[in-house]
């Protein structure tokens, strides 16, 4: 009886020495190609290491919307701000307050335009090509509010806001968020927004 054990299987001449070589190869590049990211994944990190890093000089701040009027400079929160047009059509109403200069019709929509002059008893001067409408929006509220002149969009760090100054008294003291560095009047546009005492119903 032969007691030897069976030895280990040799590869024939009829292995397919080139198929197995294909899937040898195969296995390589399935390695090699797990650890690199897909094409969008790869754009996304350049997008990120790309993209700005906030400023330091803009943390702490915000922007605002600097405009003329009776000759001084006031502004608004630009998050506030929907639009800036300038005034055209204007449609005046009879029985309303004297602080509603009227409405317009920008795109369809009829909004009604407060004059911050005569809400704020400040000296008044005749309409001009100047004048703008800036259209102040909220979730449930939209009008427009007439300027003398647009000035410009820049940032103010609220370290910078004084609460008051000893002439802002009165009605604009009660709109008032603040006054700048440069003695610009900042106006607190959600209290504008929420007070409906100055905003006429558009079915007038």
Same mark, same amino acid.
């Given at each position: 009886m032969n007691s030897r054990q069976p030895g280990p299987k040799r590869l024939t001449a009829a292995t397919d020495w080139r198929a197995l070589h294909?899937?040898?190869e195969a296995a390589h590049l399935a390695i090699d190609g797990a650890s690199v990211p897909d094409a969008g994944i790869l754009k996304e990190r350049a997008r990120l290491l790309a993209r700005e890093?906030?400023?330091?000089e803009n943390a702490g701040s915000s922007e605002w919307l600097e405009f003329l009027l009776a000759q001084e400079t006031y502004a608004l929160e630009s998050r506030h701000v929907r639009e800036v047009h300038p005034l055209e059509n204007l449609?005046?109403? %009879?029985?309303?307050?004297?602080?509603? @200069?009227?409405i317009v019709n920008l795109r369809g929509e009829i909004l009604? *335009?407060?004059?911050?002059?005569?809400?704020?008893?400040?000296?008044?001067r005749g309409l001009t090509d100047l004048n703008k409408i800036i259209v102040l929006e909220s979730a449930d509220m939209r009008f427009g509010i007439l300027a003398d002149a647009i000035l410009g969009v820049r940032r103010i760090p609220s370290a910078e806001i004084q609460p008051s100054l000893p002439t802002l008294t009165g009605i604009r003291e009660k709109y008032?968020?603040?006054? %700048?560095?440069?003695?610009?009047?900042? @106006?607190?546009?959600?209290?504008?927004l929420?007070?409906?005492?100055? *905003?006429?119903?558009?079915?007038?």
């Open positions: 294909q899937r040898i890093p906030v400023r330091a449609t005046p109403l %009879s029985c309303t307050p004297d602080f509603v @200069l009227g009604s *335009v407060i004059d911050l002059k005569k809400f704020f008893a400040l000296p008044e008032l968020q603040g006054v %700048s560095r440069e003695r610009t009047v900042l @106006l607190d546009a959600a209290k504008l929420a007070d409906r005492s100055i *905003v006429v119903n558009e079915q007038v």
